[in-house]
């Protein structure tokens, strides 16, 4: 319980106008996007880096939890108080570009910029920082290195972690410390950077992060393959990458979703198709994206592709694009509540794993419909069911932990971009031996002994 001299303490810190105890702000600071619960004890918005390391000396002197947050918009529950105590808020103060070197191609920013701000402050610029996860207009940068995220232009420009450069971070202690650095390659000391990237602030608060930028493409274009079955649109996808091609993004809705999406939105898709893929290709001059396009549509049509579209323009492209990005609110039609997970496998493996999902749904007599990355392999497996039955959501965890357990046999992941946090904390032992799960306990030790830097989270 935190006392109200230790809220004196941290006004002393920070100011009265940045410590919040009262009702509606702990409210608003208990849930993100899983819209689980938990109440914190006091809401703290530090202003600068030495704040951060004020409060953590404080916190860690007399035991207080301590939870980093962004924009809340996470999937795994991993902003979320589940032990209480402080709320570490990032949005109010800490949201500043503090430099983009053109020259070198890289922006310094603090952690509560939002991700498409960014990308529109580099583009301006003609610079390109790709990562995008679904939640880009208002998820932070913070957050994004804290879960590593991806987004639907991974499949050609990879994820958050290939664009840390460096940051630095408040350990538990105080300490600031810097990790990485500005330049492109640099083997000195550990890779504490790497480390910190998708720790889910368990291990530091981040307080500055230093991101790579490339030359923008000055080409795009945007393609949909439909085919009669998933299983084929899933071979096309890895056949065609081996064949030559290198699209920006390779985004797939199975038979259920594009069923939805007609049903509730009366998108124009065939009501026959059983798989579809939408994606971009770009370039610096339209011979690579003509090549692109013609790779991809020779592999869809080899792959059994009943049609091959290219966007005329921007508007036909954003037509393309709105089964796809419509694609999580339509599947509601087949519950009332979705244990919604992103499991990731190699894409050779994704014909394989589909089916093997979709009969453990008819195991446990459940509608998964699936849609995601497939162009890096990530799966969102969508397990719907009736939440007022009685025993449904327990059997919706079952099913969830066989669905694990079958990616993790194939040589996949739990999680390919949400992260773990509480939700998939108790599967951790699905996919790491204990061994190796002593280790992450050490490193939280080493980082935090008093575990008050977001304690429960991956089961640390």
Known sequence: ????KHIHALEAIVGKENVYSDKAHLLAYSYDATRTRYMPEA?????????????????????????????????????????????LAMEKHMNKILEIDTQNMVAVVQPAVINKDLQRHVEA??????????????????????ENAGGMRAAKYGITKDYVMALRAVRANGDIIRAGKRTIKDV??????????????????????????IPKPRFKKTYMGIFPSVEE????????????????????????????LIEKLGVDLPSDAGGVLVGDVDGNVTEEIEFQLQTLEKSFK????????????????????????????SIT?????????DISVPRSKLPIALNKIYEIGEKYNFTIPCFGHAGDGNIHV????????????????????????????????????????????????????????NLFRDLKKAFDPNNILNPAKMSL
């Open 233 to 260: 649109a899933m071979n096309a996808v890895f056949k065609s990458l081996s064949a030559g091609a290198n699209p920006v993004a390779m985004e797939f809705l199975d038979k259920l979703v594009i069923k939805a």
């Open 188 to 213: 000195a000391g550990y890779n504490i950077a790497g480390t910190l990237i998708a720790s889910e602030g368990t291990l530091a608060v981040l307080s500055e992060l230093t991101l790579k930028l």
């Open 333 to 341: 039609i087949y519950g009332n509540k979705k244990l919604n997970e």
């Open 125 to 146: 610029l003609g610079l390109f920082y790709p990562p995008d996860p679904a939640s880009e207009e208002y998820s932070t940068l913070g957050g994004n290195v804290s």
């Open 43 to 87: 809401v703290v918005f530090p202003r600068h880096e030495q704040d951060i390391s004020d409060i953590l000396i404080y916190c860690n002197t007399h035991l207080i939890v301590i939870t980093p947050r962004g924009a809340g918009s996470g999937f795994t529950g991993g902003a979320l108080p589940a032990n209480g105590g402080i709320v």
């Open 382 to 437: 969508n397990v719907m069911l009736d939440a007022t039955k009685e025993g449904e959501l327990e059997r919706g965890h079952h099913a969830i932990e066989e669905i694990f357990q079958l990616v993790v046999d194939m040589g996949g992941t739990l999680s390919g971009e949400h992260g773990i946090g509480l939700s998939k904390a108790p599967f951790m032992h699905i996919a790491f031996n204990e061994q190796e799960l």
């Open 1 to 4: 319980m935190i006392e109200q």
């Open 302 to 329: 080899e792959n059994g592709a009943v049609e091959f579209k290219v966007a005329k323009d921007e508007k036909e492209a954003s037509q393309l694009w709105y089964a796809r990005r419509n694609a999580s609110q």
